[in-house]
């Protein structure tokens, strides 16, 4: 494993536990050269995934594209790294549960929201107003409609 500060691969596992829902090992590691200290995730490969566009070409699945869109829907909000961790890793196991080959990224972006919703509603509307391209304030509101009219208490 090459080091991420000093770029060499003389590094050591100096500790491994099971992380999240003991589908990954985390492990620390120390860099034989520079003496940095910096952490890996070990996770089972899966059978590929190919994702499918909108605009219908097809792209090999990135966990980390997720993470970013989750993360820029979580700006400034009170959600830790780690819940947004293990949010992703219930993501995957929901979308590589249903053994697909191919997925479009409308039924990723479904399963994202639905598990946004249940964490953060102001995280929600905000992916769920770049991910259903609302194109004005009417839609926006309708959206906000539908949360409030379902029961749901939007938080502030």
Avoid: W
Avoid at 13 to 28: G, L, M
Avoid at 92 to 115: D, R, T, W
Wanted: charged content about 35%; glycine content about 4%.
């Amino acid at each position: 494993m090459k080091c991420p500060f000093c770029g060499l691969d003389n590094t050591r596992v100096i500790d491994s536990r099971p992380a999240d829902d003991n589908s990954s090992i985390r492990r620390r590691r120390l860099c034989d050269e520079c003496g940095k200290r910096f952490t890996t995730y070990e996770r089972v490969e899966i059978m590929p995934l190919t994702v499918i566009k909108k605009d219908k070409t097809r792209e090999p699945y990135d966990r980390s594209k997720i993470i970013s869109g989750i993360l820029r829907a979580c700006h400034k909000r009170p959600i830790s790294v780690e819940q947004i961790e293990q949010m992703v890793n219930q993501i995957e196991n929901e979308l590589f549960n249903l053994e697909y080959k191919e997925i479009e990224s409308k039924q990723i972006g479904e399963v994202v929201m639905e598990h946004l919703k249940t964490l953060e509603q102001v995280a929600y509307v905000r992916f769920a107003s770049v991910y259903r391209e609302f194109k004005d304030v009417g839609t926006f509101m309708n959206e906000l409609k539908k949360m409030l009219d379902s029961g749901e208490n939007i938080q502030k």
